[in-house]
Nanobody, 122 residues
Framework: QVQLVESGGGLVQAGGSLRLSCLAS??????LAWFRQAPGKDRDFVAG????????YYADSVKGRFTISRDSAKNTVYLQLNNLKPEDTAVYSC?????????????????WGQGTQVTVSS
């Protein structure tokens, strides 16, 4: 059974930091990514990483503030969120796809976690 389980969300003040984790199990994936969705808005791509080489790619809005990484031994992908802003408030979800094609489109990802809430206060 394929599972993606996120953790690490919470409430933080503007300028603060959080680290999100996504534990993947059930099969191997080629690309894992983080998306976020704020109330009343579309789901947006945040960052992605290739499992084999660790190549990363980011949305322009988070470059320089967020860092995606993976720990192969723990089957876990991380998203380090620094210098958080109120507009970063959203449900952050982990997504995975088995083929090695980089994508920022939610519909290209086959597997999803349940999401974790990040709230940034001003």
């Amino acid at each position: 059974q394929v599972q993606l389980v996120e953790s690490g969300g919470g409430l933080v003040q503007a300028g603060g930091s959080l680290r999100l984790s996504c534990l993947a199990s059930g099969r191997t994936f080629s690309v894992l990514a983080w998306f976020r969705q704020a109330p009343g808005k579309d789901r947006d791509f945040v960052a992605g990483i290739t499992w084999s080489t660790g190549r990363t790619y980011y949305a322009d809005s988070v470059k320089g503030r967020f860092t995606i990484s993976r720990d192969s031994a723990k089957n876990t992908v991380y998203l380090q969120l620094n210098n958080l802003k109120p507009e970063d408030t959203a449900v952050y979800s982990c997504a995975a796809k088995p083929n090695l094609v980089l994508s920022m489109t939610a519909g290209r990802f086959d597997y999803w976690g349940q999401g974790t809430q990040v709230t940034v206060s001003s």
